[in-house]
């Protein structure tokens, strides 16, 4: 069993899309036609979409997520910090030794909350 895909509500797509891509290196790809509203699949660098943006609006039933974060892995957790560091994104830093590993969160546009870890051997 592996996790497939993410599915975020948005309320601008082309701001959270544009982050994602900045901020995590994932790139815009095909989406197949879906009736309703607008969306975009971004993908990761194996070319999965692994993360599905749909509108929505502001006066949507859909009040709350019910998701705590979104976690993503990387090699290379400097890049990250410097396209924060680049918006002025406020992040924290853990380091978890038990499983060698470099955990920073911080939150998007709309205020999902995410993850991206390396281990510390990748650095």
Same mark, same amino acid.
């Given at each position: 069993?592996?996790?497939? @895909?993410?599915?975020?509500?948005?309320?601008?797509?082309?701001?959270?899309?544009?982050?994602?891509?900045? =901020?995590?290196?994932?790139?815009?790809?095909?989406?197949?036609?879906?009736?309703?509203?607008?969306?975009?699949?971004?993908?990761?660098?194996?070319?999965?979409?692994?993360? @599905?943006?749909?509108? %929505?609006?502001?006066?949507?039933?859909?009040?709350?997520? @019910?998701?705590? @974060? $979104?976690?993503?892995? %990387?090699?290379? %957790? &400097?890049?990250? =910090?410097?396209?924060?560091?680049?918006?002025? =994104?406020?992040?924290?830093?853990? &380091?978890?030794?038990?499983?060698?590993? =470099?955990? $920073?969160?911080?939150?998007?546009?709309?205020?999902?909350?995410?993850?991206?870890?390396? %281990?510390?051997?990748?650095?």
């Amino acid at each position: 069993m592996n996790l497939d @895909h993410v599915n975020v509500y948005v309320r601008d797509l082309e701001n959270m899309s544009q982050f994602y891509q900045d =901020i995590l290196k994932l790139t815009p790809g095909y989406r197949p036609s879906f009736s309703g509203t607008p969306g975009a699949w971004l993908y990761d660098g194996s070319g999965r979409p692994v993360m @599905h943006l749909s509108t %929505t609006s502001t006066d949507s039933s859909r009040k709350h997520q @019910h998701l705590d @974060h $979104i976690a993503f892995r %990387t090699d290379n %957790t &400097e890049e990250v =910090i410097k396209q924060l560091d680049s918006r002025k =994104i406020e992040y924290e830093v853990y &380091e978890v030794p038990e499983v060698d590993l =470099i955990q $920073i969160f911080f939150r998007d546009p709309e205020g999902g909350r995410l993850e991206v870890s390396a %281990t510390k051997a990748s650095q």
